[in-house]
């Protein structure tokens, strides 16, 4: 295939999508026929994922779906497009945190004071996400259904320990993020089922985050990066989180690093943190950087993350 | 549920009914069934930048976006923004500065530099450079194309009489 | 500057030097340009192609039989149905002695040889439907061993690419000049390091395209196509279709980038032809982004061994260099792809004193898709493989690699020189381009900084890269081999009644500002307002016959040929204009749209009224007075084979050493490319040109699989540069103009491209000195960067 065996991984068919044909073996940048609806309910999405989960696929954002159908990766026989639903795109305090609508857009993420106070690491990793025009048009739900192992936000969710809310003709559930990215592309979403919002809990008082990825260019699918929070005080770093991303097909959070910093000063835990990174992440290759290159280069974040939050440099 | 749907937009200020194949992305629709020819399809999925178009009001790429989902929507291509003479002042710039040279990107660089002084008005080499990540050049090496934007963004702050 | 006596270009209201904006860029501002995507005709049906899937594979049978009966779909062709349809081409040129390649068609016949390679054609009402039913062909592939690896190719048992040219060396070539042994032997330090370039591709922003129209009332062959050379690929059609001359049209119009990517003939655009004077309607086929980076030629891909000697007092005593690279399955036509090779050992060491100098090249036949030119054809290669050891040999003897390079680069005074390799050169200027890029950069100053940062843990380097680069080629290029390539173009000038000036010439446009820059030198020298001229190119039926634009060329002979024009015609308007004042018309001059006298300055008539007078008022003019208000004139270069021009390149980096990250903190060019017609065109393309090169030693490589199998084939996996990650680059120029002509001008638009991997790969290895690690590989990736610090 002149795409390349990788294509199908780039952008993003796995999990449940494998399963579906690819409808031909040649190049082609002109998406297949496919039907559409809009859909102007909750009530409506569900009804037509109840009657063909398989063949139809939610349109959100659209920026991770249709280059996967201009090539031709997949082949949904409907779309059923969600941007019209009312009351999806909210972004209002919660419970003395956050509740962030699915059909959010990335944009207006960056751009919420409310986000900046109560989830600083989402407004710290959403200038990393692409670029604006995809920022304009891509969701903070559509990216977590996609489940890019390298993309940002993902990676977040899992280290402010968020619940992700789903919804089908079944009903709704709760699902921790931590629970929810499961594989390459592959979350805990039944073929029925939408996000439909994301809550994040009040931030602990003295809580930091940082934010940082490597990446060969602005905008690119990150080689590597890391989610990091914890409480800071003195040098001391509690309750560390440490989710990396770009190191497998999901978010791994290194809890052996984490718990090798121990109770002392951060700092002089770093290099302990950084051997006990093996435990924690066995990462496959790609072609920019091998496995070997990828976990050095998770431990190099691994670093540079701990001397952010204790700096408290963003 | 249909493979064709009923459109009603408004595309550069002038409304737009058409019947369209759902699969049909919106820069064939604006290059095929308007004949609006200005914006450009680079590579189809979504990286290279030449498709950007203002899809209420927002920078969007054209190539992933299918006109089936536009109905109530109100599009503004390059042609337009040229008519209304919204970016006469960019376009001015970049003609001064050969901030353009096969003008294949340029369409989408515009709209795209149209959104970033609307967002920061007085950004700096950087900011341009990091808002204009997503747009491919090959011709310019992109430089021009800063000094261009700087220049512009000068002006303006200078006409609204502040820094 | 060189001092040159007063010419044409002297005049009062004269355009050379002024950076004036390009007229034709106010359509492309507006969305208004036309790319052959943006032309509709009448009954026009859509090509898409059924590609090789396999890097090579016999075809043991293709059965259409589902597709052709789709709605929609208007034929589907293999070889078979266009066998007696057209000649095939092979690509070698018999100045090339020893060159061979297979016989090319536009369709694989039984064989494919490299995954994309066009093995079926499908035509459809759109280009959608097209792909639709293109799924639909079965193809029965029997799947072969592919060679990819260029050197495993040439291995001794290899199977043959193609079997009846009996081995994979396509081409080879050896230079020995000097007493090259003797000098190493001498040496007082030998350096030596194995360069790896990847093979990497153009990524035009606009695909290839092409719009065949064959009339089949009266023969007539119109193609609309995104090209350099439209006369070229007139000339291709004639000798591979059965049309007559005059009966085959070629328009190029904006052409949305091309860097040499377009100026090859391509299967499938030749299948586009032939399916056209098929069905006698209008074929587009416009490559769509994943096809093009495994159906466009690509570039580069080379493996060098390298040795220098050089004396303890820092005398470059020797090089000797060993070059093999891999071509894919055929040479490409009509340019072949032994020509980068070719000039890769050719400009090797040329811009230095040094006499002693053997190479040699291998060609090799490979499983992947042709390469072949590329913007600095090249250059980029010998200019790196150059300039790279010169930074290990400067190191080696403990000398400062500018000063190395002040003492071994030839004299400004020693021209006309011929290098060890037979490179003839007119006169360049290395050492001062070199001593102004030490001042511009502040070479001292970011030397201090070095130091102070490397003591903090910031690890920044400085690069120099001196070059070369060919321009203006003459007949002995490609003409003399047999190529249909024309070394020479030709200009009309026109004056209409009105007093405006068309100007038609043969030389092209893609963006780098020919257009303009010939109308400046056109105004100048005829004296009449830059706003009143027109210009007219890419058009076989409205211009000259000639070359187009390729190796940076257009200014230098296209601008020559406008020169000449505009002269000839001045003397044609002046002779009228004296008919008219009854004044000798030596005594006249154009200036400002009026005739004026010359002594005083004195405005006499304007030149509408001599223009209305020529065409209109032919009573009022003495019957023995025809005027001839237009003027052709012709140029090709004679006295050189090439006119080179000099300039030197520098980089400022800082190299993360944890991550292996290179930043672009600057980037300088000092350039000497002759007369300057437009300096605000000509610095963009050196920009442009430098990006692109930066692009190649950071971010560009096709990566292939042992199978030939390309695994980055999308814009999200082969990374060309972006805004970001460039730095600011400052251009500065040294004049020397050539005296083979009257314009004086040397080309340029290759220029950034040659030196700008180098200066980048010895910042590099500059900021990673004190760690003992060095890399030669491009792209210098993070993974091999860290790779040479062995921190992985």
């Not at chain 2, 929507?73 to 209304?84: C, F, N, P, Y």
């Not at chain 3, 580069?300 to 399955?329: C, F, N």
């Not at chain 3, 007093?499 to 004296?527: F, K």
């Not at chain 3, 002594?599 to 025809?626: C, K, M, N, W």
């Amino acid at each position: 295939m002149a795409r390349g065996p990788g294509a199908r991984e780039r952008f993003g068919v796995g999990g449940e999508d494998a399963k579906l044909p690819a409808p031909d073996e040649e190049d082609a940048l002109k998406a297949p026929r496919l039907g559409y609806v809009r859909a102007r309910s909750l009530d409506e999405v569900f009804a037509v994922l109840a009657a063909e989960p398989d063949e139809a696929k939610v349109l959100a954002g659209g920026q991770s779906l249709v280059p996967a159908l201009n090539m031709r990766l997949l082949a949904p026989r409907l779309l059923v497009d969600i941007n019209g639903i009312a009351g999806l795109d909210g972004i209002a305090e919660h419970g003395g945190g956050l509740r962030i609508g699915a059909l959010a857009r990335h944009a207006a993420i960056g751009r919420s004071p409310l986000i900046a106070r109560l989830a600083p690491l989402i407004h710290q990793a959403i200038p990393h996400i692409a670029h604006p025009a995809i920022r304009n048009r891509g969701t903070f739900g559509g990216s977590l259904a996609q489940a890019d192992p390298a993309a940002e936000l993902p990676a977040c969710t899992v280290a402010l320990d968020a619940v992700i809310h789903v919804a089908s003709a079944r009903g709704q559930r709760a699902i921790p993020a931590r629970h929810f990215f499961k594989g390459l592309y592959e979350t805990a979403l039944a073929p029925d089922e939408v996000v439909i919002a994301v809550d994040f809990p009040e931030p602990a008082s003295s809580m930091r985050s940082a934010f940082m990825e490597l990446v060969r260019r602005r905008g690119d699918y990150a080689m590597l990066g890391l989610a990091a929070t914890a409480r800071v005080a003195s040098g001391v770093l509690r309750e560390p989180r440490l989710v990396f991303f770009g190191v497998g097909g999901m978010p791994i959070e290194a809890a052996m690093a984490a718990a090798a910093l121990g109770e002392g000063a951060a700092l002089e835990r770093i290099a302990a943190a950084q051997q006990a990174l093996d435990q924690d992440l066995d990462p496959a290759g790609d072609l920019q950087a091998d496995a070997a290159m990828k976990l050095h280069l998770a431990r190099v974040l691994l670093a540079r993350g701990v001397r952010a939050l204790v700096g408290g440099a963003a | 549920m249909s493979d064709a749907i009923d459109i009603r937009l408004t595309v550069n200020g002038e409304p737009v009914a058409r019947h369209v194949p759902a699969r049909q992305n919106l820069v064939d629709f604006l290059r095929e069934e308007l004949g609006l020819t200005g914006t450009r399809a680079g590579c189809e999925h979504g990286v290279c930048g030449a498709c950007t178009v203002r899809v209420d009001g927002a920078a969007t790429r054209a190539c992933l976006i299918f006109a089936a989902q536009l109905d109530g929507a109100r599009v503004d291509t390059i042609e337009g923004l040229s008519e209304s003479g919204e970016i006469a002042d960019l376009q001015a710039a970049f003609h001064a500065r050969n901030a353009l040279q096969c003008g294949f990107c340029t369409a989408g660089m515009l709209v795209t530099t149209a959104e970033l002084l609307r967002d920061i008005p007085a950004p700096s080499r950087a900011e341009i450079r990091d808002h204009l990540s997503g747009n491919y050049c090959r011709c310019t090496g992109y430089h021009a194309i800063v000094d261009a934007i700087e220049t512009v963004a000068r002006q303006r702050c200078a006409a609204k009489g502040g820094t | 500057m060189t001092e040159r006596p007063l010419s044409f270009l002297d005049r009062p209201n004269s355009y050379i030097g002024r950076s004036v904006p390009r007229p034709n860029a106010q359509r492309l501002l507006h969305g208004r340009g036309t790319f052959v995507d943006d032309i509709r005709l009448p009954r026009l049906v859509h090509a898409v192609f059924l590609r090789s899937p396999y890097a090579h594979a016999r075809i043991i049978s293709i059965d259409a039989t589902a597709a052709a009966q789709l709605p929609g779909v208007v034929r589907v062709v293999t070889a078979k149905d266009l066998a007696g349809r057209y000649t095939p081409w092979v690509g070698v040129l018999t100045h090339m002695k020893g060159l061979k390649s297979a016989p090319q068609h536009p369709l694989a016949v039984e064989r494919a040889c490299w995954q994309g390679e066009p093995v079926a054609a499908l035509v459809a009402e759109s280009r959608a439907v097209a792909e639709d039913a293109l799924a639909h062909i079965v193809v029965d592939w029997e799947e072969l061993p592919a060679v990819a690896d260029a050197e495993t190719v040439l291995a001794p048992g290899a199977p043959a690419i193609q079997p009846a040219l009996g081995d994979n060396l396509a081409f080879a070539r050896s230079i020995d000049v000097g007493a090259v042994d003797d000098a190493f032997a001498r040496a007082d330090a030998v350096v030596e390091d194995h360069f790896t370039v990847a093979r990497h591709t153009g990524v035009c922003p606009e695909t290839r395209s092409i719009l065949a129209d064959f009339n089949p009332a009266d023969r007539q062959l119109t193609v609309h196509h995104s090209s350099q050379a439209p006369h070229m690929m007139k000339e291709i059609i004639l000798r591979h279709f059965p049309l007559a001359e005059p009966d085959v049209r070629v328009i190029c119009r904006d052409v949305g980038g091309s860097y040499g990517i377009k100026i090859h003939v391509y299967p499938d655009e030749m299948a586009v032809i032939a399916l056209s004077l098929l069905l006698g309607r209008p074929v587009k086929f416009v490559a769509d982004r994943l096809e093009s980076f495994v159906s466009d030629i690509h570039a580069r891909e080379h493996r060098i061994g390298a040795r220098m000697a050089v004396s303890k007092s820092g005398e470059i005593l020797a090089i000797a260099v060993d070059d093999l690279t891999g071509i894919g399955p055929y040479s490409t036509y009509p340019r072949t792809s032994a020509v980068e090779g070719n000039q890769v050992i050719n400009l090797i060491g040329s811009w230095y004193r040094c006499a002693n100098y053997r190479a040699r090249l291998r060609v090799a036949f490979q499983n992947k898709p042709p390469m072949s030119q590329y913007r600095a054809v090249g250059h980029p290669i010998a200019c790196a493989v150059t300039e790279m050891l010169v930074d290990r040999a400067a190191q080696a003897i403990g000398l400062d690699p500018a000063e190395l390079r002040r003492r071994n680069l030839i004299a400004d005074d020693a021209y006309p020189w011929t290098s060890p390799a037979g490179l003839r050169l007119e006169r360049l200027s290395h050492q001062r381009c070199l001593e102004r890029m030490l001042e511009l950069m502040d070479y001292a100053g970011l030397r201090r900084e070095q130091a102070a940062l490397r003591a903090k843990g910031v690890h920044r380097g400085i690069g120099l890269a001196s070059f070369v680069e060919i321009t203006n080629p003459g007949p002995a290029f490609y003409g003399v081999g047999g190529a249909p390539i024309s070394a020479q173009d030709g200009c009309t000038l026109r004056l209409d009644p009105g007093g405006s000036v068309t100007l038609a010439i043969s030389v092209t446009e893609q963006g780098q500002g020919t257009e303009t820059a010939v109308a400046q030198i056109a105004a100048s020298v005829l004296g009449v307002s830059l706003e009143r001229v027109r210009v007219v190119t890419g058009d076989t039926e409205r211009t000259p016959y000639g070359g187009g634009t390729w190796a940076s060329r257009g200014t230098g002979i296209g601008g020559e040929a406008a020169l000449q024009a505009a002269k000839a015609l001045r003397a044609n308007v002046l002779a009228l204009a004296g008919a008219i004042l009854q004044a000798v018309p030596d005594t006249l001059d154009i200036r400002a749209d009026w005739i004026i006298d010359a002594a005083s300055g004195a405005q006499r008539i304007r030149l509408h009224e001599v223009g209305r007078a020529g065409y209109f008022r032919g009573d009022t003019l003495p019957p023995d007075v025809q005027p001839e208000l237009v003027a052709t004139r012709h140029y090709q270069p004679r006295e050189y084979p090439f006119a080179f021009t000099n300039g030197v390149q520098a980089s400022w980096v800082e190299v993360d050493v944890d991550t292996g990250f290179v930043t672009l903190l600057k980037h300088w060019v000092v350039e000497d490319c002759g007369t300057v017609v437009n300096p605000l065109l000509v610095d963009e393309q050196i920009r442009g040109g430098v990006v692109q090169g930066l692009g190649a030693a950071l971010f560009e490589e096709c990566s292939y699989d042992a199978q030939g199998q390309l695994l980055n084939g999308t814009l999200a996996d082969y990374l060309v540069p972006m805004a970001g990650e460039m730095p600011d680059i400052v251009v500065a120029h040294l004049v020397t103009p050539t005296t083979t002509s009257e314009l004086g001008a040397k080309g340029v638009g290759e220029a950034g491209t040659a030196g700008a991997p180098a200066a980048v790969m010895n910042a590099i290895n500059d900021a990673l000195l004190p760690f003992g690690a060095r890399i030669t590989t491009q792209p210098a990736t993070p993974q091999r960067i860290l790779r040479a610090l062995k921190r992985t």
